[in-house]
């Protein structure tokens, strides 16, 4: 009987990733994704550091904090999601909501 039960049991792997990781939760799209959002993310940077903060601490304060955030968005967890996939599953779900629109109205009429 023991054996039929184990025979029955099925290993369900999680977090198996088919892509080439570079570093650990960061592989090739990962890494472009991250330049993206590092290249956006610095064109504030750039234009206040030029025309209205002159100070060269700021700058290298904001490109950390860009590069952190950055980081942080694109490395995967080890079931293989990160950051902006759950943002696109969340977005994806309000869109796919219906709304009801409930009017109350007197219920004796």
């Known amino acids: 009987m023991q054996e ?3 025979k029955i ?3 369900i792997p ?3 990733n088919t892509n080439k990781e570079l570093f650990k939760g960061i592989d090739q799209k990962s890494l472009i994704t991250m330049a993206i959002i590092f290249i ?3 064109i504030p940077n750039v234009l206040l550091s030029i025309f209205i903060i002159k100070k060269p601490l700021f700058t290298v304060f904001y490109l950390s904090i860009c ?4 980081a942080m968005l694109v490395v995967k967890d080890s ?3 990160n950051v902006l996939d759950i ?4 977005i994806r779900f309000l869109k796919t909501q219906k709304r009801y629109e409930y009017l109350q109205k ?4």
Do not use: A
């Not at 943002?87 to 969340?90: A, R």
């Open 4 to 6: 039929n039960q184990e």
């Open 9 to 11: 049991k099925l290993y």
């Open 14 to 16: 999680q977090g198996l």
């Open 40 to 42: 956006g993310l610095n």
């Open 67 to 70: 590069f952190m955030l950055s």
């Open 79 to 81: 079931s293989g999601v």
């Open 87 to 90: 943002l696109g599953f969340f």
């Open 106 to 109: 007197d219920e004796w009429r």
